[in-house]
């Protein structure tokens, strides 16, 4: 998702107990803040009601990695920065980049994966991408990276940049025809033409690095929890070197995306 443009937040500080290596001792359960609003395949309901997805198993597997207690905790997208700084939430980890702008203000693990933004449009679209969108309607997800790169880069291409609160929105304006082409993860476009209502769209172009892409997506912490962020940089780099990060990527993906 790569999510960006984060609303200003002052420093907080969480009360943890001691860390020695990758154990934390909390007295309740270290918070896990997912967006309430779906993100197949890094987070979504399954069938029975519950939590699941790449990121969600992934937070499962650097709690147990610290021997913590963890609860994943659905916010919505609009309030999660806040409910990080007042202690709703002791993490934010979804999708989010690490970005300059959002390191003035919150803490970053470091990214514990890296893919680039994609292009979808009809297969049988008369239009290149990006050289041909002159004069025609871009759909990405607001308070995203995606968004920020549209402005930044698109600015002069003379394409139209209409903004939603949420990614299936998006997905489904571009099937009902409301907008040409959207801009989003790839991992999560791939998944998405996969549907038997997209079987008519494709990937038609990668985005290049950028920086307003940033560095990577890692978790979101308040900039005071200097012990939480150690222990989960060991966990990242532990669930990344004996391979519970690839395998978890190759589930839902059919890749490794971990690392930078």
Known sequence: MKRSLLPALSAGVLALSTMTALTVNAAE????????EP??????????????GFEVELGQALCEAMQADCAVTPTG????????????IDMIMNSLSITDKRKKVIDFTDPYYYTPSAYVAAKDADFAIPDGLDGKVLGVQGATTNASYARR???????????YDQQEQANRDLLAGRVDTILADKVAMTEFVKRDEAQGYEIRA????????????GIGLRQADDALREGLNAAIAQVIEDGTCAALSRKYFDTDICGS
Do not use: C, M, N, Q
């Not at 359960?29 to 309430?36: N, T």
């Not at 880069?153 to 903004?163: H, R």
């Open 77 to 88: 997208w609009g309030g999660i920065f806040p409910a990080l700084e007042s202690g709703k």
């Open 206 to 217: 990668t985005a290049p690095r950028h920086p307003a892409f940033g560095e990577g997506v």
């Open 39 to 52: 993100y197949p395949p890094f987070t979504y309901k399954s069938a029975d009601g519950d939590w699941t």
């Open 29 to 36: 359960p270290l918070k896990i803040g997912i967006s309430a």
């Open 153 to 163: 880069a698109l600015a002069d291409s003379g394409v139209e940049i209409k903004i």
